[in-house]
């Protein structure tokens, strides 16, 4: 599974962005798709996940209510759309990938576990 997640952008307190994760390899229907940041001197943090299905979501408590994972199966891509956007909320996101109906567990995300497959980060920072 190859992932290119793109998006970010400076942006200040309160506005939106939505982010993009473009899956290859394989179609949407056979991977799990997760989202993560990490902050300067931080670890990687898991935001949320959209299983293979479709019908299953997580969220992390920190972004709960304000984020929400989404995905076109035509054009094979997982959004995170980020409104009502924070200081804190400030990092790389990346988007990872896991097939065969593993990957979206539940939260907490587990970055050195649950995924295999990861994009690059696209870096997302908002201003106060």
């Known amino acids: 599974v190859q992932l290119q997640a793109s998006g970010g952008g400076l942006v200040q307190a309160g506005e939106s962005l939505r982010l993009s994760c473009a899956v290859s390899?394989?179609?949407?229907?056979?991977?799990?798709i997760g989202w993560f940041r990490q902050a300067p001197g931080k670890e990687r943090e898991g935001v949320s996940c959209?299983?293979?299905?479709?019908?299953?979501?997580f969220y992390a408590d920190s972004v709960k209510g304000r984020f929400t994972i989404s995905r076109d199966k035509a054009k094979n891509t997982v959004y995170l759309q980020m409104n009502s956007l924070k200081p804190e909320d400030t990092a790389i996101y990346y988007c990872?990938?896991?097939?065969?109906?593993?990957?979206?567990?539940?939260?907490?995300?587990?970055?050195?576990?649950?995924?295999?497959?990861w994009g690059q980060g696209t870096q997302v920072t908002v201003s106060s």
């Open positions: 959209i299983s293979s299905s479709g019908k299953t979501t």
């Open positions: 990872a990938g896991e097939g065969l109906g593993f990957g979206c567990y539940g939260v907490p995300m587990d970055a050195r576990t649950d995924f295999s497959s």
């Open positions: 390899g394989f179609t949407l229907d056979y991977v799990a």
